[in-house]
């Protein structure tokens, strides 16, 4: 794959794991938003199926701007925007699947869980069928009435983790590099709109493109897991080696001796404690600057590292 057709998707339409999805593109789609319902624990409207997403977070995820939850005015924008297109949408792949419940006041979660199977598979198999839209254009009319062009569809993991994977978000969504699932719905739109984030997360992007172009799933998750390793094990020694530095200024033997000197002749005049500090008072200065000095050093290297992206998001959803 030449550089020519580094083209990632920034929109994913997404059968499960929002989450996941969430944290590698700008924009979200659930494929079935036909449920919703509110909650006083969450103080908002919960919309769609297999997860639920606060109408807050899923204006967010589509449009990128979070939803008042005061007033409700952007989320039921939004979700009234959205639900139009869904509408449509849900008719269209009907022959397919059906992704509502007959009497939406009593939902049949098992029929439900089935029907959205089907509508899996029916993507899966790239299926048609007489006198119906093809499924595949139906999601593409979809993402386009919501007025996203380029887009890709994210499938189940255990669907799809065979092969090689085109778009770089598409190959990082369904690693499982970082572990989502129990994290806040506020601690994601944050990070969403953290712009360094977005930084690392496009030369995460560009790493994942020019190491693994072709390459297989499994040598990518097994090729990165090392990576992973490999950086841990050089942060720890890293730490080490500034612990270890640190301690030879001090048990330098030139120091040492001018540190006694200094701590007799002050404490003949002022005490001991006085003594003790007037002699380390110079050492501890040549420690602090050579910690500062290396710690600075390590964080240049944290911060600059092509999976950076990956261990500062871990670290703010832990």
Request: glycine share 6%; net charge negative.
């Amino acid at each position: 794959m030449t550089s020519n057709d580094y083209l990632p998707s920034s929109t994913v339409l997404c059968f499960e794991n929002f989450k996941e999805a969430s944290l590698y593109f700008d924009r979200v789609l659930p494929l079935n938003m036909g449920r919703m319902r509110g909650d006083s624990t969450v103080g908002d409207i919960l919309v769609g199926y297999p997860e639920e997403v606060p109408s807050a977070a899923l204006s967010h995820l589509i449009d990128g701007i979070e939803g008042n939850t005061v007033t409700y005015s952007h989320a039921t924008r939004v979700m009234e925007f959205t639900a139009n297109r869904w509408v449509e949408f849900a008719k269209e792949v009907q022959p397919y699947a059906r992704l509502w419940s007959p009497d939406p006041r009593r939902p049949d979660d098992d029929e439900l869980q089935n029907q959205y199977r089907k509508l899996q598979k029916s993507y899966f198999a790239d299926a048609s069928t007489s006198g119906a839209t093809p499924i595949r254009e139906a999601f593409r009319r979809y993402a386009k009435g919501i007025g996203f062009d380029r887009f890709c569809v994210a499938v189940p993991t255990a669907a799809g983790a065979g092969g090689s994977q085109c778009d770089p978000s598409i190959t990082l969504s369904k690693l499982n590099l970082v572990d989502a699932s129990q994290a806040e719905w506020r601690q994601i739109i944050e990070l969403r709109k953290d712009i360094e984030s977005h930084r690392k997360l496009a030369r995460l992007r560009l790493f994942i493109h020019k190491n693994y172009a072709d390459c297989s799933f499994a040598y990518i998750e097994d090729d990165l897991s090392q990576r992973i390793e490999e950086y841990e094990r050089v942060t720890k020694k890293f730490g080490l080696k500034t612990t270890l530095s640190s301690l030879s200024l001090l048990l330098d033997a030139n120091a040492l001796q001018a540190s006694a000197g200094a701590g007799l002749v002050a404490g003949l005049f002022g005490g001991p404690l006085v003594g003790l500090s007037a002699a380390a008072v110079v050492e501890i200065g040549k420690i602090a600057v050579n910690i500062a000095e290396k710690h600075h050093d390590l964080k240049d290297w944290q911060s600059g590292h092509d999976l950076a992206f990956i261990f500062d998001t871990k670290k703010a959803l832990s």
